[in-house]
Structures are given as C-alpha cells and as structure tokens.
C-alpha cells in the first residue's frame, strides 16, 4: 500500500499571500496518478489537479501542480477568502487509491 | 448535470449490517468506474472500496476486506455498499464517487454523503 505523507498538517496564511503544500509518497508514483482535493466545512471534497500537472474543469489558474517521483506540491497563489480549506493529495497509480491525511489551509 | 445521492445511512449497533446505496444521474452510469470514500468525524478522507464499470471488477481496503462489499446495477444507475460485522471505528460519513473515464481512481464527482453511525 501507497502511503502518502502530507505536511505541514496546518499552515496559517494572510489573505493575497500564497501557499505550497507537500504530499510525500511511501514509493514513487509512476505515470503521474496524483491528485488533489479540496473539502471546506460540510461539503463533499472536489478535485482540483489530476496527474500532478493538470487542472480540473473550472479550476482557477490560481491552483498549480508539480513534483514527480514521490515528492509533490499544491501552490496556491493569492488566496482568497474560499481557498481556505483542508487539501488532500490521493495517489490512484494502484489500489488502494490512499489518499494524504490532508492540510488544512487557514487564516492567519 | 452530474448527481449522485447517497442513502441509506443510519444509527447500527457493533455487529450490524447496513447497505448504503448511491443513485448516479447525468452520465452513463455503465462507462464509469465509480467509488466508495469514507470520513470520520473530525478525521480524513479514507479509500474504501471501488468497482469496475461492468461490476466485473471490485477492490477493497484492508480495513474493510470481508466485511463490506460493493456492486452495481446498471439497470438502475445505482451503485451499492454492503456493510457486515460493522465497527464503531467504522463510524463516518460515506461518500460515493464518479472516477474519471480516462484514469480509474480518479474522483471527478462526489456526492454529498451519508452518515454511518455504529453504536451500542
């Protein structure tokens, strides 16, 4: 099983400063099967980038992707008020599809 | 519009049973993989349980492995959690997920949940 490691588990941001979360993996993902999640209070998560790189549809520019290997970044530039949130990288390369224990991305 | 709705939620005593249901609209239900994710509370996001779009094929989380099972009748767009021997420690909210055609695993839609309690 794919263990992915998050950190830092909380990270306090101004409002317009940006964010870089990690998402370390137990081996190295071949093919770029990581992704990333968004979920505020009371919702259901919402995938924001699929193989490391790419957007989901309707994802701001706003949120970047990068890293390969095992070694991977969610930058978020200039948060706005509803980018604050808890972020999870999940690897889908093989079963089971683990999933980060997340970051929490709050104001400071 | 993609839609999922889950169901089936509910307060089970330690040794129960309970099959949760998620009922997909706005695709075709039958091309896509599609996903069981669970929550505790205060907790995150765990992997739980994924089948193929023909039914063919199931995956399980040790966690859960010989206790749950999942399935699907395409007939009726309706994905399925069977859920034996339950566990307080499998207290959560139970989210069903659409996967992305090109990429199995991949979550692209999720529905908005329903609550497992297991509690004497």
């Known amino acids: 099983e794919v263990v992915l490691t998050q950190s830092p588990g909380t990270l306090s941001v101004s409002p317009g400063e940006g964010a870089t979360l990690s998402c370390r993996a137990s081996q190295t993902i071949s093919g770029n099967y990581i992704a990333w999640y968004q979920q505020k209070p009371g919702q259901a998560p919402r995938l924001l980038i699929y193989?490391?790189?790419a957007r989901a549809t309707g994802i701001p520019d706003k949120f970047s992707g990068s890293g390969s290997g095992s070694d991977f970044t969610l930058t978020i530039s200039r948060l706005d008020p509803e980018d604050f949130a808890v972020y999870y990288c999940q690897q889908y390369r093989s079963s089971p599809h683990t999933f980060g224990q997340g970051t929490k991305v709050e104001i400071k | 519009e993609v839609q999922l709705l889950e169901s089936g939620g509910n307060l089970v005593q330690p040794g129960g049973s309970l099959r949760l249901s998620c009922t997909a609209s706005g695709f075709t239900f039958n091309d896509y993989g599609m996903t069981w994710v669970r929550q505790a509370p205060g907790k995150g996001l765990e992997w739980v349980s994924a089948?193929?779009?023909?039914?063919?094929?199931?995956y399980y989380a040790d966690s859960v492995k010989g206790r749950f099972t999942i399935s699907r009748d395409n007939s009726k767009n309706t994905l399925y959690l069977q859920m034996d021997s339950l566990r307080p420690d499998d207290t959560a909210v139970y989210y069903c997920a659409k996967n992305s055609g090109g990429y199995f695993g991949l979550l692209e839609y999720w529905g908005q949940g329903t609550m497992v309690t297991v509690s004497s």
């Open positions: 089948v193929s779009p023909t039914g063919g094929t199931t």
């Open positions: 193989s490391v790189f």
